[in-house]
């Protein structure tokens, strides 16, 4: 075993279809500068994905040049909902449908796969706490910070003092399942979106994938009569709303306004919890022109609510480097976990 002063922590983004992997050195370097995706096997099971975890793991090490020895602990991330030592949820999740992943513990299996310490966070844990690094540097264990990743539904993540917030069963920072006030936010005659959790108005029921397609868009092409998206099947038409909202067309900018909206409502309430320094959003938007993204940003800024003092000392910013800010967050909470965080140079 390689001394703990100079070991590098790998990192492991684990997703539906693919996994992303890194390696971070003691120095605080990234030695992974582009994506490093191979195939996840998530759908095949627990066991096949394991062993594709493990290949993910060989592979970066491989490519870096990296001995196994000086491999110190692995960090892991997974899409949710799982609980926050890595038991993927009892009752099923979107992205492990195989039967035999209902109360798998993906990160102990990994461990003793590895035989190395494995540390565990979820995906938008994972980004929250990479955004907030690579952000605020030296300064990152002394400082808060609320992240929200617009997706497929809407992750998000506290981090106090550099480290994650996870509650008492892992459930703290699903901000997307915080209720928003509606008052002034809906337009006139549209119906409070409810959201997959059953919940009506949470931010995730407006700000989100699944939000534009069975909540925004379904109001927004009755006000908009004749609009090229009405043709579409609905799944597919709210994935193009993110590029017609770039080239400026009014009912997309509606629909990206009101999420913007929603998520300052929302960023809001976080203002009142933690009073963060710093306000993260993550998502598609951070890859759109960076006049769209500019705009999108400033929004959710004027939408929140904070009293003059937080105004002063707050920062709103997107996260970096989106697709692989999940293997880099990982890899961070690996090192941060074993007391051996340096600062991350941007
Ligand atoms: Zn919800």
């Given amino acids: 075993m390689a ?8 990192g492991l983004d684990n997703g539906g279809t693919t996994n992303n992997a890194t390696v971070l050195d003691s120095a605080g370097r990234f030695l992974v500068d582009h994506m490093l995706e191979t195939h996840s096997l998530v759908q095949e099971g627990p066991e ?5 975890l493990a290949r993910a793991f060989a592979g970066v090490l491989e490519v870096t040049g990296t001995p196994t020895a000086s491999v110190l602990a692995v960090g892991l991330d997974t899409p949710g909902p799982a609980s926050a030592n890595g038991v993927i949820s009892a009752r099923g999740a979107v992205n492990f449908l195989h039967p035999a992943w209902r109360a798998f513990d993906i990160r102990g299996a990994l461990e003793d796969r590895l035989g ?12 929250a706490l990479y955004a907030h690094y690579m952000r605020l540097g030296r300064n990152a264990t002394s400082r808060s910070s609320v992240s929200v990743i617009v997706g497929t539904g809407l992750g998000g993540g506290v981090i106090e003092s550099g480290r994650v917030v996870r509650g008492a069963v892992g459930m703290a920072g699903e901000l997307g399942h915080v209720r928003i006030p509606t008052e002034g936010l809906l337009a006139p005659g549209q119906p409070v979106p409810v959201c997959n959790c059953g919940l009506p108005g949470d931010a995730e029921s407006f700000a989100s994938l699944t939000g534009i397609t069975k909540n925004l868009l379904p109001y927004w092409l009755t006000r908009f009569p004749g609009h090229e998206l009405g043709e579409r099947e609905p799944a597919v038409a709210a994935k193009l709303v993110r590029a017609l909202g770039e080239a400026g067309d009014p009912m997309a900018l509606e629909i990206f306004g009101q999420q913007a909206v929603a998520l300052g409502r929302l960023l809001s309430i976080a203002a009142n919890f933690t009073d963060p320094h710093m306000y993260f959003l993550g998502g598609g938007v951070v890859e759109t022109s960076p ?21 002063r000392a707050a920062t709103f910013a997107l996260v970096p ?6 293997a880099r967050g990982a890899a961070i909470a690996a090192r941060e976990t074993l007391g051996l965080w340096r600062e991350v140079p941007r």
């Fill in 3 to 10: 001394d703990q002063g100079h070991g590098v922590v790998v």
């Fill in 48 to 52: 096949k994905a394991i062993e594709a």
């Fill in 116 to 127: 190395l310490p494995v540390i565990y966070n979820n995906d938008a844990n994972a980004a």
């Fill in 291 to 311: 006049a769209f993204r500019d705009w999108f940003l400033a929004k959710v800024r004027d939408h929140t609510d904070l009293r003059e003092e937080q105004q």
């Fill in 321 to 326: 480097d989106l697709d692989m800010a999940g």
